[in-house]
């Protein structure tokens, strides 16, 4: 954990199972301080998410253990609910809506020169870590469309032409520059 409370994923081989072994236990600490309590679910599991990054399996695996609850549960849950990811995630979300209006607007358009650009599929994230690519049914931006979201910033009438321009400001942050 860092001074802010936020978890801190493991950085080098030598020390990542030992510090990937202290996150699984604090999230099973968690977990059995819930033990019980009806409808804790979801939060314990978006607790559990802010600490390991992501939900895999094994995450699932000791919340399940933690509360006393089936696996299935559990997992139902996070299939269930988009804000879980069972993926490890990117500094960046992209979010590209394929709402009706964005959809007829170009909206796949958009996806498909994303995939191109970043390299990934819809669902994946890039292998430096940078952007998770995903698509939203509507990001309540319809008269915008088509529309995308990186983060918590909403991109209007977006065109494929003008998205490695977008990407590359954030781009800049990963090499340290201010966003």
Same mark, same amino acid.
């Given at each position: 954990?860092?001074?802010?409370?936020k978890?801190?994923?493991?950085t080098?081989?030598a020390c990542? #199972?030992?510090?990937?072994?202290?996150l @699984?236990a604090?999230?099973?600490?968690?977990?059995?301080?819930?033990?019980?309590?009806e409808?804790?679910?979801?939060?314990?599991?978006h607790?559990?998410?802010?600490?390991?990054?992501?939900?895999?399996?094994?995450?699932?695996?000791?919340?399940a253990?933690? @509360?006393?609850i089936?696996?299935?549960?559990?997992?139902?849950?996070?299939?269930?609910?988009?804000?879980?990811?069972t993926?490890?995630?990117?500094?960046?979300?992209i979010?590209?809506?394929?709402g009706?209006?964005?959809?007829?607007?170009?909206?796949?358009r958009?996806?498909?020169?994303?995939?191109?650009?970043?390299?990934?599929?819809?669902?994946d994230?890039t292998p430096?870590? @940078?952007?998770? @690519?995903?698509?939203?049914?509507?990001?309540?931006?319809?008269?915008?469309?088509?529309?995308?979201?990186i983060?918590d910033?909403v991109y209007?009438?977006?065109?494929?032409?003008?998205?490695?321009?977008i990407l590359? #400001?954030?781009a800049?942050?990963?090499?340290?520059?201010?966003?």
């Amino acid at each position: 954990m860092d001074e802010n409370n936020k978890a801190v994923m493991p950085t080098c081989d030598a020390c990542s #199972h030992t510090d990937e072994q202290a996150l @699984l236990a604090r999230i099973d600490e968690l977990a059995r301080g819930y033990r019980g309590r009806e409808g804790s679910l979801i939060q314990v599991l978006h607790m559990a998410q802010s600490i390991y990054g992501y939900l895999p399996l094994e995450v699932q695996r000791v919340v399940a253990d933690g @509360l006393e609850i089936p696996l299935a549960e559990v997992s139902g849950v996070v299939s269930f609910y988009s804000f879980f990811s069972t993926q490890r995630r990117g500094k960046h979300t992209i979010r590209v809506c394929l709402g009706t209006a964005c959809y007829v607007r170009g909206g796949k358009r958009i996806v498909e020169r994303l995939e191109e650009l970043l390299k990934v599929g819809v669902g994946d994230t890039t292998p430096d870590g @940078l952007f998770t @690519l995903e698509v939203a049914r509507c990001i309540g931006a319809c008269g915008l469309a088509p529309a995308m979201s990186i983060d918590d910033t909403v991109y209007k009438r977006v065109n494929p032409d003008n998205l490695e321009h977008i990407l590359a #400001h954030y781009a800049m942050d990963k090499e340290g520059d201010a966003v």
